[in-house]
Each structure stands twice: as structure tokens, then as C-alpha cells.
């Protein structure tokens, strides 16, 4: 008993120990959204803080600076944004939702970081308030809300409340010809005078522009024309304020002399006329020493080019329309100029498209595009696969730096990128972290993920090596050109429109010691390529490895093959192409693995796997992996109708089991019984069956004719011990769908006849797991429990040499369970049932290290995956005990889920969107995030309104007797307000506004709760005095029952009687009372009989108007006197 008390004791000792030590080794953190944010609907600058901000439909708010500077905040609701304002050099922004909701948000320093915060919010409530239009005007004082109704009203921007003044639309209609006072229609366009801030232009929805004075409340001109086309989309100023420029619905913009409302200063212009045209979104008139800028999106001939997606921007002679493969949100442009200035002078033209941000340099000549340092377009082509690579070597990353410059040089401008608001706090990183995508056009791009914002490289296309059947369109197209006219120039990566699918890439594997990047496709096409710093002619050689070969039956009816270039393709600096290895069948490649230092490939598909030796361009082996009696190996998933029958029956079988194991117990079974059923792994207990299940649910075995069964899921290299008394030799390990496993034992020849010997791969061994679920993950452990490191990270001193001598282990992850096994004789030394115990299938599987927070030298092996229902787990190797858990995706997330991707330290990388690419972290001590700081100018905010506080409204005749009480006695103790300075009665305030609000709420209480008013209704008016609180409380006591003491105090009626003036007293006081303060303008004699000879007044405080109109109702006699004589009260 106190053996067992003491390992008890030291059990509990241990667990608290590891729970301490989890916290520095474990977390869950999402740190950054990499990529372009899906689905933008708004877009603003602020040109002194340099700083862009982008809104999305889904209520999301992110502002970038410089590289690195980023904030990002959410709306509590989810809306889309309409519009986006900068407060310049403040550090703040409003929003406007499609709610009908303004938000006021502000950049703050939290925690040593400037972080975004919502601070206000306001909300336009009727049908006829619906914002069509906001202006935010120079002075930044208040913003402009135009509506449907026609109506203009004003935001206070500092108290973030309606103005008292409105710009009626009847008021504005008074000198507009009666066709358009009818219905002008909503306001569509507002915009400030450049060189007078008093006065707007006010445009409505069928034409009518007004220019308005706000100072005098006065509408200048009126512009109406029969020439001009009805419906207004768009208005501009021109820097002289002399001109401005409409634009319309039918693709014409016309240009007016302010002063001068009787017709346009020239006629309509249609650019792209005669023929009908979309309407003209929005237009730019902008001004130059030289000639100026005219920028305008839309305008396009419906009938040729309704379909585009265009900003067109002229000067002079020189005529552009920028295509766009996605909408165009907005667009505006930057300059360094100021109010005072005489001249616009836009040096970059921002376009936001719906799918990417594209800016245009217009100073230097052929108004190139700039290069993106951060939201970039990740799906340019979709994204079909991923793959991380940490710590890259200094050589080969200033190589691929280097060529991506040279590629990009020819097409980008080199001027400094102009969204630089902001500064970084987080230091330069010490790993240079690279991230690869393959995409659907089978082009693979090469990111930075080294820092928070992510950064193209450099973009490889695999396409220059392989021909398509769409080759020959393309070139036809490009022999017959597009017209002269529009001028259309494509600007944008975003390209969503593959050529052909079969270019898709599957598998990306890269060697950074080596530099040979393997990329595997869709057709069964493997691409060998080598980092080269010069240009180079390449003769593509290839090598066919026919996987089926030892089936004789079999029929491939899929997709063909992707036919190589015949003739010498010139490639650029970079990785370039040094052997095609095509599969046969063409079927897409599930599996890949690299062995650099022996220059050994395994490629698997859903047939089978081989091992080619691209040293000797030779084929090693080939195994397939088919059933033969698998009939849906046949390039078809389709299944016979017997077996189709058979898996209905049973599922029907085991549905009508369940239910009778929910059925209602008869009378004479005592407790209810549950039968143990067996389920599958998606199964969960039902909730009568969770008292009685069983630990672990029964997981049925999957049959081995199952739909792609012979699919190869993983293939690893690993230098281990297959043979008892052997040594250890390189070996191959694959894992199939079905559960199988395949051993080959690779034997390699000397160092020195390595070129002229053939490498050997015998089968070693051949395991088959009892439930047959596919197996995700292979890992082999050393003596130390660690994975076997690369041995080029060995060689090159990035990895410490593997354990040989104690006993080694593979790990073996399928969808339902963890095994870990001893070599060489595979005997079982631990499993984990993961679906057995929790119900949950794994998706994704990492084996990473986790390095302590606090002490570097400490780390842990673990094993890291993600579930199908979006959990992230971190199990301990080779123990198989669960570290952590955490939710990170809804399971409806398949694409997250499926595209996740964990890191050798333990981070991880998932689709959020198609666009965005989000990282998080699992580790304590690894995590890259933005860290960054907004530095305000002094004095930049103003300071904010203090608290309004109600002033009584009072009459000359009641200040002036109000005055004389003040000099005749003090303010009495129970008033609850102080008044203003020139108020002439100054009630003491209490110590804080709190017991002010508490005792304004026991009086508000009582007055509800009693009948005080209505029975004073009726009272004599001949004589009135003040009442205090406690008179208020004699009262209500009184009123309830007699009460013994009450012989002992004088009573309230018996105040002396007034003068004979008195009435006239309560006539002007009763002038002087408000509803927005409560005074007591008495002082308390004693025995609580009232000694003044004013009205006293009870009045409320902080209410609305709804709320006095409510009071108002209930309460109509707002004053309470006590009249002598009434001894019945």
C-alpha cells in the first residue's frame, strides 16, 4: 500500500512537471493571413501616412505600410464594406457597411505594438436614409451622407453623431426646372470645391448637378442640359475649380464652366462610341505641368467588349486602357502634392481589381507596373500544391533571388515602392524561409515566407518544355492580333484560365544543398531540373516507366500524355529542365521522394511506384500495386453492380441495428441496454448509447476492393536495418491506400563505380495492416527516437548524424491509427487509435521538433497532424501521448484541410481562401507575426469633445430670483447636478458622477413606483414649498400606513402658508424647469419640514428624446407641492 502510495505521489509530481513543461514547448497562435484578401470591396489611402487600406465583403479591415507593417481588424457583424476614409495624418478610418452603419476606427499602441481598434460606431436607420454616397472634405471636421431619399445629412467625425443641420433636397430643388423636381433621384456623386471648402457639387441620379454653398445654405448654380445624357455616375473637379467634369451611364463624360450652368463647356464625348457602351463608374480629372490625366473605369462597347475589365487612362496623345481578368473595384492615384499646390501631378495609378492589386507608375515612360513586395495574388493559376522549405542556404537563395530579379526586371519599373507608412519592430530573421506553389497552368512560383509579408521571388514555368493542344490556337491568335483599337494593355497576374489541366502540378520536392527541384504533374510527367546562372538551349531528354507492365489486361481510359518539345527551348537564368521522366498510364503522381545523395527518385501513382536513377537515366524497378481482380484500376471509379448491392445491404444492416439499439426498453428490463454495434470511423455514439459505449469504438476493416486501394500515399528514403546481424543500407518504404506497406532494400554500388554498376532494389519486407486504412505518413527513428535526418543536412553540418547504434523504430500514421515498430522485425511496440477513441480521421501529418522557449538545448520529437474535422494534435514519438489539441478550421473546410502543410519547426500553412494563405503556429518559440508601430504626430488627433452636460433652460425673471436665494442660503445637500458657472443656483456636486447617477435613480424609481403625482394633481396652488428626498420617502410612508412615530413629527402639510405673490413665483419658476436636470433648490429645516418658499421641481436627467417623450406621457405634472390644510394627504 505505500509502494503504491508513493508512485502515486511521484505520478502526480511528474504530470505537473510536464504540464509546466508543455507551456514552453506548446501553443496555438494564427499569426499571419499571407496573400491578397478575398473578395475586396473597398479600397483607401492616406497620402500624408502613406498607408493603404483595404475592405473586404465578409467585414474584414486590413491596413498595410511598408513591407512588414500590417493591421488588420474585424467588424462585429459580418457585412460587406461599401466605403473606406482615412482621416489623413491621423491614424484613424470610418467604414461604411452595407447595414447602413458608419464605424470610426483607430490605430493604438497595445502592448508595445499599434494594434486596430473599433472606438464608434453610428447607424442611419429609414428606408429613405440609405447612404448612396459619403464625401469626406478637407477639413475633416464631418462627413457627407448623400441617400436614396435625395437628402444630404452631416457626421460630426469627433463626436461621431448627426449634426443638427441637413441639406434638404426640396431646399436644393428650389431653383431646378420642374422636369427635374418631380423625382431628381438619389444622390449619386458629391464633390468639394478644390479651392473653397464651403461648396459642393451635389449630383443626383437622373442628371441634375447643383453646386451648393453650405456656408450660406444656398444652391449657386444649377446644372441642367437637353444634350446631356440623364443618368450621372461620376463627378471631378478640376485643380482650378473653374471646371469640372461629368460622367454618365452611357459611357460619355461631358466637361462644364462652373460658372456658366446653361450647357456644357464642350459636348458629350463618348470615347469608345458610336456604338452603345457601359456606363463610365467613376472618373479622374487630374492636373499637370504638362498635359493633363483623364482616368476613368468602365465605358467599354458593350456589344465587342462588354466583357472587359478596364481603367483607361489619357494624356494628350498618349492613350492606354489597362485590362484586368477580374472587376475593378476602384482605383485613384498618389501624388506628393498638397491643397496649396497648382498642380496635381499623380505619379501612380492604384487599381484595385477584385482578385489583385495592380500599381501603375505614370512617370516613368510606358507607364510600367510596379513589383508587388506583399499582396501579391497567390492563386494567380489555382494552387494545386505546396511545399516549405526552412533555412535555405545563402547560396542558393541569392540564386534564385538573382534570376527572379532578372525576370522581373523587364516588366516591372524600378522605382521604390509608394506605400511605405509605418515602421518594423521585429528584427531581421535568422532563417531565410522559402515557400513553393505549384499551380494549375503548371507554373511554380517561389515565395519569401521569411518575414510577415510574403514575396515573389522568382516564377518558373514548366509549360516550355511540353506541348499542348492548345498550342496551335495560341499561335493562330497571336498571328491574327487583337485591333488597334481600344488600346488594351494586360496588366495583372491573375490568370484563372488554364491551357490545359494535365499541365497541373501534384508534387513539389526541392534539395537546397544539390539545388535539383523534382516537380511532378497531373499526366504523369516528372521534371528533373538544375539551378543555372546562365542562359542556356536545352534538349529535354526523356525516360518512360511503364508501371503496369506485368498486367496484361489492363486498360487505361483516361486522360493521354503530355507530349515533350522536339525541338532546343531556350530558358532563362534559373532552374532549367534536365530530364522527363513520363509514367505509363498517365495517371496523376500521388507520391514523391528524393534521395540527392545517391541521385534516386521514387515516384508512386494510383498504380503502382518505381525508383529511377537519374544519374544513369535508368529505371531501378517498377512495382504495381493493383489488384487484379480490381476492376476499377481501369482508368474508371465505377463499381459493379454486385458490389454495389453488397455495400447497400450492409450499410442498410448495421442503420437498422442502431436504431433498435436506440429503441425504448420495455417495462420489464430494469436498465436500458445498449448493444455494442460495430461502426464505422465516421461513426459517432449517439447520445443514449454514451453511458453504456464501450472505451473505444469497433472500426470495421475496409475491404480491399475498395475504390483506389492501389494508390501509393508515401514514399520515403531511410538509411536503417532490415536484416537481423545486417548493417544498415538504404531502404525504400511505401505506403499504399489499402493499408499496405512495401519494404525494398536498395543496394548501391562503390563511390567510384557509381556511373558504370547498376543500383539493386530488392523486396525486404511486406506489411499489411489488420483495418486497412490508407497510410498517410512514414517515418523512420533512430536509437535517440529522432528522425532520420537528410544526409546532405548531415554532410553539410545542418543536422547532427543519426543514431546507429541503439534500436531503431518506424512510425507508421494511417487515417485511423499510430503504430510504431521495431526493426528490423517490425514487432509492435506502441499504436495510438485515434478513430477508435475519438471519432476523427487524420488528413495531414508533419514530424517536427519542438525547441523549448526558455531553454534552447531542450527539444522534443513529435509527431503534428490535422484532422478532418479541422483539429490540430501534436502526439509525442515514439510514446504516441497526446500533447495538445486545438481546433483551427471548421470540418466544412475541406480545402484548408486538405492543403495543410506543417514545417520542421513546427508551423503550419493552410488556405484560408483561394487567395489568402494563413500561418500559424504550434511551437512556443517559432513564430513569425507582424510586429510593427504607427508613430502619430504630436497634436495629430484632436482632442476629444468633452461629455456634453445639460444646462437648464432659465428665464431672466428666474436667474434674477435665483440669485437672490443664492445669497440668502446654501445649496441643499441631496441636489445631485452642479450647474453651470453662470447659472445663478449651483447645487453642490457630489464626489463622483456615479452616486450622482445612483441617487438620480432612487428618485426616478420612487416617482415611478408611487402615485405622488396624480394625487397632487388637484392641489390648491396658494401655497407650495421645496421638497427634498427624505420628504419624498415621509410621503410614500405615509401614504402606505400609519406609522407609530408618526405623532412625533410635524407634519408636511403643515407648512406656513405663502405669500400672496406665491403663484406668481410658481408661474415664472414652472418657466425655468427643464427636462434635462434635476434640482432642489431648498434646504431642509428641521424635523424635515421644507423652510423655502420656491416651487419645488423634480426633472429628469440623461434621457433621449424617446425616453422624455415616454416620461412625458406618464408623468404629466412634473411638479409636486404640499398645500396647507390637506389633512387627509
Not at 497595445?110 to 453610428?122: H, I, M, N, R, Y
Not at 420612487?1006 to 421645496?1026: F, M, P, Q, R
Request: glycine share 6%; with cysteine; aromatic share 6%.
Amino acid at each position: 500500500m505505500l509502494k503504491f502510495a508513493k508512485t502515486r505521489f511521484k505520478r502526480g509530481a511528474t504530470d505537473a512537471e510536464r504540464e509546466k513543461l508543455k507551456q514552453e514547448l506548446f501553443t496555438f497562435k494564427k499569426t499571419v493571413e499571407h496573400g491578397f484578401p478575398h473578395r475586396p470591396s473597398a479600397v483607401a489611402f492616406d497620402p500624408e501616412m502613406k498607408l493603404l487600406a483595404i475592405g473586404t465583403r465578409s467585414g474584414l479591415i486590413k491596413i498595410y505600410g511598408q513591407p512588414g507593417v500590417e493591421f488588420s481588424a474585424r467588424h462585429s457583424v459580418e457585412s460587406q464594406i461599401i466605403r473606406l476614409f482615412f482621416l489623413p495624418n491621423e491614424g484613424r478610418l470610418i467604414s461604411l457597411l452595407d447595414d447602413n452603419s458608419l464605424h470610426l476606427w483607430e490605430v493604438n499602441i497595445k502592448d508595445g505594438k499599434s494594434v486596430l481598434e473599433e472606438v464608434k460606431d453610428f447607424s442611419l436607420e429609414g428606408r429613405l436614409k440609405k447612404i448612396s454616397v459619403c464625401c469626406l472634405p478637407s477639413t475633416q471636421e464631418h462627413l457627407f451622407l448623400g441617400t436614396e431619399g435625395g437628402n444630404i445629412y452631416l457626421l460630426d467625425v469627433k463626436t461621431f453623431q448627426l449634426l443638427d443641420h441637413i441639406i434638404y433636397q426640396d431646399v436644393v430643388m428650389q431653383n431646378v426646372p420642374d422636369d427635374y423636381k418631380a423625382n431628381p433621384g438619389a444622390v449619386e456623386a458629391i464633390a468639394e470645391h478644390p479651392t473653397d471648402s464651403n461648396k459642393l457639387l451635389i449630383g443626383y441620379n437622373r442628371g441634375l448637378i447643383v453646386l451648393w454653398d453650405n456656408k450660406s445654405c444656398n444652391a449657386e448654380q444649377t446644372y441642367v442640359a437637353p444634350q446631356v445624357p440623364p443618368q450621372l455616375e461620376s463627378l471631378a473637379w478640376h485643380r482650378s475649380g473653374d471646371q469640372f467634369m461629368s460622367a454618365h451611364a452611357d459611357g460619355s463624360y461631358c466637361i462644364w464652366n462652373s460658372a456658366d450652368a446653361s450647357k456644357p463647356a464642350q459636348n458629350a464625348t463618348i470615347p469608345y462610341g458610336p456604338f452603345p457602351c457601359k456606363a463610365i463608374n467613376k472618373i479622374q480629372w487630374l492636373t499637370t505641368k504638362s498635359e493633363p490625366f483623364i482616368a476613368f473605369s468602365g465605358g467599354m462597347p458593350r456589344a465587342s467588349y462588354g466583357d472587359r475589365h478596364c481603367v483607361t487612362v489619357m494624356q494628350g496623345k498618349t492613350h492606354v486602357v489597362f485590362d484586368f481578368t477580374s472587376r475593378v473595384v476602384d482605383f485613384f492615384t498618389i501624388g506628393d502634392t498638397d491643397r496649396e499646390c497648382e498642380w496635381d501631378d499623380p505619379h501612380t495609378l492604384v487599381v484595385l481589381a477584385e482578385e489583385e492589386l495592380v500599381l501603375m507608375d505614370l512617370q516613368s515612360e510606358g507607364w510600367p507596373t510596379f513589383r508587388m513586395p506583399y499582396l501579391s495574388s497567390l492563386h494567380s493559376s489555382a494552387i494545386t500544391c505546396s511545399s516549405v522549405q526552412t533555412n535555405v542556404p545563402d547560396q542558393l537563395w541569392d540564386k534564385i533571388v538573382a534570376a527572379g530579379d532578372t525576370q522581373m526586371a523587364a516588366n516591372h519599373t524600378s522605382r521604390e515602392w509608394p506605400i511605405e507608412g509605418g515602421s518594423v519592430l521585429s528584427e531581421t530573421p535568422a532563417s531565410k524561409d522559402l515557400l513553393l506553389t505549384g499551380h494549375e497552368d503548371g507554373s511554380v512560383r517561389f515565395w519569401d515566407v521569411s518575414t510577415p509579408a510574403l514575396r515573389l521571388l522568382y516564377k518558373l514555368d514548366t509549360k516550355a518544355y511540353l506541348s499542348t493542344h492548345d498550342d496551335s490556337e495560341v499561335v493562330a491568335a497571336a498571328d491574327a492580333g487583337e485591333e488597334d483599337w481600344p488600346p488594351f494593355r494586360k496588366v495583372g497576374t491573375f490568370d484563372p484560365y488554364s491551357d490545359d489541366p494535365r499541365l497541373g502540378v501534384q508534387k513539389i520536392m526541392l534539395c537546397p544543398w544539390s539545388g535539383t527541384l523534382v516537380l511532378a504533374g497531373t499526366a504523369g510527367q516528372v521534371v528533373l531540373m538544375d539551378m543555372n546562372t546562365e542562359e542556356a538551349e536545352v534538349d529535354l531528354e526523356v525516360t518512360t516507366v511503364n508501371i503496369v507492365n506485368d498486367r496484361d489486361g489492363f486498360v487505361w481510359k483516361g486522360h493521354d500524355s503530355l507530349t515533350p518539345r522536339s525541338t532546343t527551348v531556350k530558358v532563362p537564368a534559373g532552374f532549367q529542365a534536365k530530364h522527363l521522366v513520363q509514367c505509363t498510364p498517365p495517371a496523376s503522381v500521388t507520391a514523391l521522394a528524393n534521395h540527392s545523395e545517391n541521385q534516386l527518385l521514387a515516384i508512386g501513382t494510383s498504380h503502382g511506384f518505381s525508383i529511377f536513377d537519374y544519374l544513369q537515366k535508368k529505371v531501378i524497378l517498377t512495382k504495381c500495386t493493383l489488384n487484379p481482380n480490381d476492376l476499377s484500376a481501369t482508368g474508371e471509379s465505377s463499381m459493379s453492380r454486385r458490389k454495389s448491392l453488397k455495400k447497400s445491404l450492409r450499410e442498410s444492416i448495421r442503420r437498422l441495428r442502431k436504431r433498435g439499439s436506440r429503441s425504448t426498453p420495455s417495462k420489464k428490463e430494469a436498465k436500458p441496454r445498449v448493444e455494442a454495434v460495430p461502426t464505422t470511423d465516421l461513426d459517432a455514439p449517439e447520445k443514449g448509447e454514451e453511458a453504456a459505449a464501450p472505451v473505444q469504438r469497433l472500426v470495421e476493416a475496409r475491404q480491399p476492393d475498395g475504390d483506389m486501394a492501389s494508390m501509393v500515399r508515401c514514399l520515403v528514403f531511410a538509411e536503417t536495418f532490415l536484416r537481423e546481424g545486417a548493417s544498415a543500407g538504404l531502404s525504400l518504404w511505401a505506403g499504399t491506400n489499402s493499408g499496405g506497406i512495401f519494404v525494398y532494400s536498395v543496394t548501391m554500388p562503390e563511390a567510384d563505380k557509381r556511373e558504370e554498376e547498376d543500383v539493386v532494389a530488392e523486396l525486404g519486407k511486406e506489411v499489411q495492416l489488420k483495418h486497412r486504412a490508407p497510410v498517410v505518413a512514414l517515418s523512420v527513428m533512430d536509437g535517440s527516437n529522432v528522425p532520420l535526418p537528410d544526409p546532405m543536412d548531415v554532410k553539410h553540418e545542418r543536422a547532427d548524424a543519426p543514431n546507429m547504434n541503439g534500436t531503431h523504430t518506424v512510425v507508421v500514421a494511417s487515417e485511423e491509427q499510430f503504430k510504431v515498430f521495431t526493426l528490423p522485425r517490425l514487432k509492435e511496440k506502441t499504436k495510438y487509435k485515434l478513430t477508435a477513441k475519438e471519432g476523427v480521421r487524420v488528413r495531414k501529418v508533419g514530424f517536427t521538433q519542438y525547441r523549448s522557449r526558455s531553454d534552447e538545448k531542450h527539444v522534443e520529437q513529435h509527431l503534428s497532424l490535422v484532422t478532418n474535422v479541422g483539429d490540430f494534435l501534436v502526439f509525442s514519438v515514439p510514446q504516441l501521448r497526446r500533447q495538445v489539441q486545438h481546433t483551427c478550421m471548421r470540418k466544412e473546410d475541406i480545402n484548408g484541410i486538405t492543403s495543410t502543410i506543417f514545417t520542421r519547426d513546427g508551423e503550419a500553412f493552410f488556405l484560408l481562401s483561394p487567395s489568402e494563405l494563413q500561418r500559424c503556429t504550434l511551437s512556443a518559440r517559432v513564430a513569425v507575426e507582424p510586429l510593427c508601430m504607427l508613430e502619430l504626430p504630436e497634436g495629430a488627433r484632436p482632442a476629444p469633445p468633452p461629455e456634453p452636460e445639460p444646462e437648464p433652460e432659465v428665464t431672466a425673471e428666474a436667474e434674477g430670483e435665483g440669485e437672490k436665494t443664492e445669497e440668502e442660503k446654501p445649496a441643499s445637500e441631496d441636489e445631485t447636478e452642479e450647474a453651470p458657472a453662470e447659472e445663478a443656483v449651483a447645487p453642490e456636486k457630489p464626489e463622483s458622477e456615479h452616486e450622482a447617477e445612483g441617487v438620480l435613480a432612487d428618485i426616478q424609481k420612487t416617482l415611478e413606483n408611487t402615485s405622488i403625482l396624480d394625487s397632487t394633481a388637484d392641489e390648491s396652488k396658494d401655497s407650495v414649498g421645496d421638497i427634498t428626498l427624505d420628504d419624498i420617502k415621509d410621503y410614500i410612508a405615509s401614504k402606505e400606513g400609519p406609522d407609530e412615530d408618526s405623532a412625533d413629527k410635524p407634519a408636511v402639510d403643515e407648512a406656513p402658508k405663502e405669500e400672496a405673490g406665491a403663484e406668481e413665483q410658481v408661474n415664472s419658476t414652472q418657466d425655468a424647469v427643464t427636462e434635462n436636470a434635476v434640482t432642489t433648490d431648498s434646504e431642509q429645516t428641521e424635523g424635515g419640514i421644507v423652510a423655502n418658499d420656491e416651487v419645488p421641481t423634480i426633472k429628469t436627467t440623461g434621457l433621449k428624446e424617446d425616453d422624455q417623450e415616454d416620461q412625458q406621457a406618464s408623468e404629466p405634472l412634473q411638479e409636486l407641492r404640499i398645500t396647507e390644510g390637506d389633512d387627509d394627504k
